[in-house]
């Protein structure tokens, strides 16, 4: 079965329908996993992202429920991944990164609804996903690579993150290792894009990259500043610039995924991810 038909069945596109029953599966395992206690307890994890803590089952509800932007946006992809399914590059891996962004959700929430440690386990893994997924798919179309390498460098780069992320240390800036690893494959993610844009394939559209950058931009900005003690925090409101950070992430992740999406097909002719099966 070819790519394209991939994830079809009898006619039916099913992109939305994946994405849609990770996004149900996700958020109903984190709201029986707070229920049932099984984040584990609160130790004060992520009490340092200003939102004081609540005597209720969400501890930061405006951290907390702010995440849904990366279901939104998640979906969002997905359903656009359906309409123009024929017209992407890759679809298959467009509607991966569909579900790996709606995981960003729950995985946030964990941490902010529960503040265990369990749930910032989560909360950095879900980051770590996206960021991977990026780094992968850039080296990738770089190389000229097929698709089980990609799978490869994406599964190495979540390894990669994690081993980082268990160090227990203080981070300049971004303040834990896990947040730096983040940053750093992002950072490996544009500068491929880049060279890509130099070669003699049509370059997908910047236009989309330029928002996405700008979004994290001001997001990471927005994440400095109103951290606890910080100008912009105020503990006891629920308008939180941490929440703005976790919209504004949401919002870049949809950029970056218009950006895919106009990569053009005589691209992918001349330096084609080679699609297994």
């Known amino acids: 079965m070819s790519e394209r038909a991939g994830l079809r069945w009898q006619g039916v596109r099913r992109p939305m329908a994946l994405v849609g029953a990770v996004a149900v599966a996700s958020l109903g395992l984190f709201f029986l996993a707070?229920?049932?206690?099984?984040?584990?307890?609160?130790?004060?994890?992520?009490?340092?992202?200003?939102?004081?803590?609540?005597?209720?089952?969400v501890r930061q509800p405006a951290n907390t429920f702010s995440n849904l932007g990366f279901v939104t946006a998640g979906l969002l992809i997905a359903w656009h991944v359906e309409r123009h399914w024929a017209s992407l590059?890759?679809?298959?891996?467009?509607?991966?990164?569909?579900?790996?962004?709606?995981?960003?959700?729950?995985?946030?929430?964990?941490?902010?609804?529960?503040?265990?440690?369990?749930?910032g386990l989560l909360d950095l893994t879900s980051m770590y996903l996206v960021a991977s997924f990026a780094a992968a798919y850039a080296v990738t179309r770089v190389l000229q690579l097929g698709t089980v390498v990609f799978g490869l460098l994406f599964l190495g780069a979540v390894a990669l993150c994690e081993a980082v992320g268990s160090v227990d240390a203080s981070v300049p800036m971004v303040d834990h290792p896990g947040n730096l690893i983040f940053g750093i494959l992002l950072v490996v993610a544009v500068a491929l894009e880049v060279v890509l844009r130099r070669g003699p394939t049509t370059p997908p559209d910047v236009r989309y990259a330029g928002l996405a950058l700008g979004c994290m931009a001001?997001?990471?900005?927005?994440?400095?500043?109103?951290?606890?003690g910080m100008s912009w925090c105020h503990p006891s409101s629920l308008w939180q610039g941490h929440a703005a950070w976790h919209l504004l992430c949401a919002a870049a992740a949809y950029?970056?995924?218009?950006?895919?999406?106009?990569?053009?097909?005589?691209a992918v002719v001349r330096t084609p991810i080679r699609m297994q099966g």
């Open 34 to 57: 707070l229920d049932r206690g099984w984040l584990g307890d609160d130790v004060g994890n992520g009490s340092g992202f200003c939102e004081a803590a609540r005597d209720a089952m």
């Open 89 to 119: 590059a890759h679809p298959v891996l467009m509607t991966a990164y569909a579900g790996l962004v709606v995981l960003l959700g729950p995985g946030s929430m964990a941490m902010h609804a529960a503040q265990s440690s369990l749930g």
């Open 218 to 228: 001001v997001a990471f900005a927005i994440w400095n500043v109103s951290q606890t």
């Open 255 to 266: 950029w970056l995924y218009r950006y895919y999406a106009t990569e053009v097909r005589e």
